[in-house]
Nanobody, 126 residues
Framework: QVQLVESGGGLVQAGGSLRLSCAAS????????MGWFRQAPGKEREFIAAISWNGGITDYSASVKGRFTISRDNAKNAVYLQMNSLTPEDTAVYYCAATRGATRGIISLRGQPDYWGQGTQVTVSS
């Protein structure tokens, strides 16, 4: 059974930092694009970051570019999201996502991931 399990969420003050982790199991994602989405209360889920299978290409939404950094460790079958300079507008449930393989890269991930995690709550207080 394929699973993506997020961790690292929590409560942080504005201006602070958090690092989210996503551990994958059930199959290897070393040839897959992986990324992060988030959903704030009352809003649709939105793409925020993606990384290619080898980490050579990254993509960010305008709202997080320059503050968030995505990385991955294929040996650990994991992807990470370092979040700095957090603001209350970053409060949301953060979801890890992945594509099924090499034929589906970052563009596919942004449009429709094949796998989703359960999400982890990030709350930024003012």
């Amino acid at each position: 059974q394929v699973q993506l399990v997020e961790s690292g969420g929590g409560l942080v003050q504005a201006g602070g930092s958090l690092r989210l982790s996503c551990a994958a199991s059930g199959r290897t994602f070393s040839s897959s694009a992986m990324g992060w989405f988030r959903q704030a209360p009352g809003k649709e889920r939105e793409f925020i970051a993606a990384i290619s299978w080898n980490g050579g290409i990254t993509d960010y939404s305008a709202s997080v570019k320059g503050r968030f950094t995505i990385s991955r460790d294929n040996a650990k079958n994991a992807v990470y999201l370092q979040m700095n300079s957090l603001t209350p507008e970053d409060t949301a449930v953060y979801y890890c996502a992945a594509t099924r393989g090499a034929t589906r890269g970052i563009i596919s991930l942004r449009g429709q991931p094949d796998y989703w995690g359960q999400g982890t709550q990030v709350t930024v207080s003012s």
